[in-house]
């Protein structure tokens, strides 16, 4: 892709396109870790990106899959910057993408946990650690199955902790 034609809206339909290596089946768009793409001084472009959590282990690979997209395009003139401030919140996650995760059993626990099997308001938090740091453990009390739950950083979590 020469220099001339590449601009923000060609970049960023590029990078949206890269799936989290933790949940292939969203991308880093519908999880909101692709924050914006600029353009900068002589056809040089800055990718930002914010980690879900601090010390996400995926970050590093999220970055060589997006310099492997833009260098497989033609692209060669970036730079991709993490950007902490504001901290990622589950908000961020876009309506396709929390029906991705629903549809994959992981629920969001941002608006009101619900059963992403059943969609009981019926659950339990199993444990605060899931298979990912961005990720919880919890079980249905309705239809007794275990899920995923995306963590909300975004007061308030509406996961409570329940005997039984």
């Known amino acids: 892709m020469k220099a001339q034609q590449v601009n923000t809206k060609t970049l960023e339909k590029i990078v949206a396109q890269v799936q989290d290596p933790e949940m292939p089946m969203v991308t880093i768009e519908d999880l909101g870790i692709l924050k914006r793409v600029e353009a900068l001084k002589n056809h040089h472009f800055q990718i930002v990106i914010t980690p879900t ?56 626990a941002d608006e009101g946990l619900l059963c992403p099997r059943c969609q009981s308001p019926k659950v339990s938090l199993l444990s605060e650690f899931g298979a990912t740091s961005c990720k919880s453990l919890a079980r249905c009390l309705s239809c007794q199955e275990p899920f995923e739950v995306f963590k909300s950083l975004a007061p308030p979590c509406f996961i409570k902790r329940t005997d039984g």
């Open 53 to 108: 959590f601090s010390g996400c282990p995926a970050m590093q690979e999220i970055e060589q899959s997006i310099t492997q997209s833009l260098l497989d395009a033609g692209v060669q003139n970036f730079k991709i910057v993490r950007e902490l401030q504001p901290p990622w919140t589950s908000q961020r996650i876009t309506p396709q993408g929390r029906q991705k995760l629903i549809a994959n059993g992981i629920a969001v």
